[in-house]
């Protein structure tokens, strides 16, 4: 439960969703090792993200542990369970503490044309209704492109 008194994994009722879908000259193992790996993660992340938990190894029911802190801004911790997880395929962090009324990410790999599509689906909630949830939506869809552009390096792919 947050101060606010309501349980953060719980979905309210309005929530925006972000899509973003990258193919990769990977194959699809490779995609998923590298989504699911602390060291790429970091390597993908922007400054002032840290690890504080990952989970090893990396499933269902493991907790991510975060600290962002950015742009001179105080740290922000943010913890998450893995609440869907298949093998070589997707995975879901849920937030149960942290900066968003709600936030569950999913991410999937699946085989295309002759590499990987790999596909983010974001949805959350900022608490802070449609105005807010609009400017959150941009920084979150900034952020993405710098992450896309590491994860294509780190795989040696276009």
């Known amino acids: 439960m947050s101060r606010r008194g309501h349980d953060r994994r719980v979905r309210p009722r309005r929530t925006t969703v972000l899509r973003v879908t990258e193919d990769f ?23 002032g993200v840290g690890v504080r938990d990952w989970p090893e190894p990396f499933g269902r029911g493991g907790i991510l542990d975060l600290r962002w802190g950015a742009a001179g801004l105080a740290p922000v911790r943010w913890t998450a369970v893995i609440d869907a997880y298949e093998e070589g395929r997707t995975f879901s962090d849920l937030q149960v503490s942290g900066p ?16 990987t599509r790999h ?23 900034g952020a993405f492109g710098p992450r896309l552009r590491r994860m294509r390096a780190a795989l040696g792919s276009g």
Do not use: C, K, N, Q
Not at 33 to 40: E, K, P, T, W
Not at 105 to 115: K, Q
């Open 25 to 47: 000259d990977a194959p699809v193992d490779r995609v998923f090792a590298l989504i699911v790996d602390r060291s790429a993660f970091l390597d993908a992340m922007p400054p």
């Open 119 to 141: 596909t983010d689906v974001v949805e959350f909630s900022t608490g802070l209704g449609p105005v807010g949830d609009l400017a959150v939506a941009i920084a979150i869809r």
């Open 100 to 115: 968003f009324r709600y936030w569950r990410h999913t991410h999937t790999v699946e085989p295309f044309a002759e590499g």
